[in-house]
């Protein structure tokens, strides 16, 4: 099994990028499960449901969130009915959605889990009793357990990391925006990442437009931000699992710019 999993899609020029850039990924990984984190694709702030279908329909498998999964409020109307969106799962326990999923890839099956930290984010359950809890349930079933934990702090996405280690067949770090150099498979078979990036505009802050961020961090005023535009860059992974172990043989760093689309 290989997993290609895209960073957290920001806005109109997110899924732009996306769009370009998918049948390419298709073309390079064609037996591989493709999965995104969407918690920014609507405008930055949360999802809807048609962007949540025309993400789908781009050919990918399942959609990942993180701490803006309710900022577009109609995804009450929707999220407990879409199998393939997955939430945080340490969220309060009665929260619409669910926290992991299974998706069928031929003859097997992919068990996704999504976790929120909590250091400089929500005070939300602890991911690290949640996963235990998940796992403890499932992880019997289920040979192949992909995690993407949305968290601000490196070091408890190091830690998660560390905790999962011969656990699950990859960790990936989503939320920060910057993808991280230190793609590596742990001692014990996980794959791991602190941050795999995101796919939107290049040239703002973290997919913000900078003049905003800028006048903030010198004025301490309140400001309005809104999500930049013009050109995109494109940050994801690509994990080759043991169909034997359901643990990782590789992961390595996927990186696009629209003005250098063929770079690999």
Known sequence: MKI???????????????KNIMPRLKQLHPHAVFIANGENAAAGKGITQAIAKEIYEMGIQAITMGNHTWDQKEIFDFIDRDD????????????????????????????????????????????????????????????????????????????????????????VGTH?????NDNRVLPQGTAYVTDVGMVGPR???????????????????PVRFITDEGKWHFHAVVIELNDQTGLSKGINLIRYDEDQVFMD
Request: glycine letters at 8%.
């Open 4 to 18: 290609v999993f895209i960073g957290d899609i920001v806005g109109s020029v997110g899924r732009k990028a996306l």
């Open 203 to 221: 040239d703002g802050i973290l997919g913000v437009e900078r003049n905003a961020v800028l006048q903030k961090f010198k004025t301490q005023l």
């Open 84 to 171: 393939k969106m997955v939430r945080p799962a340490n969220f309060p326990p009665g929260t619409p959605g669910k926290g992991h999923s299974v998706i069928k890839v031929k003859d097997q099956e992919l068990l996704i889990i999504n976790l929120q930290g909590r250091t400089f984010l929500p005070p939300i359950d602890c991911p690290f009793r949640k996963v235990d809890e998940i796992l403890e349930a499932d992880r019997k079933k289920h040979k192949f357990v992909f995690v993407d934990f949305h968290a601000e702090a490196t070091s408890e996405k190091i830690a998660m990391g560390w905790h999962l280690d011969g656990k699950v067949s990859a960790v």
């Open 176 to 180: 920060t925006h910057v993808q991280t």
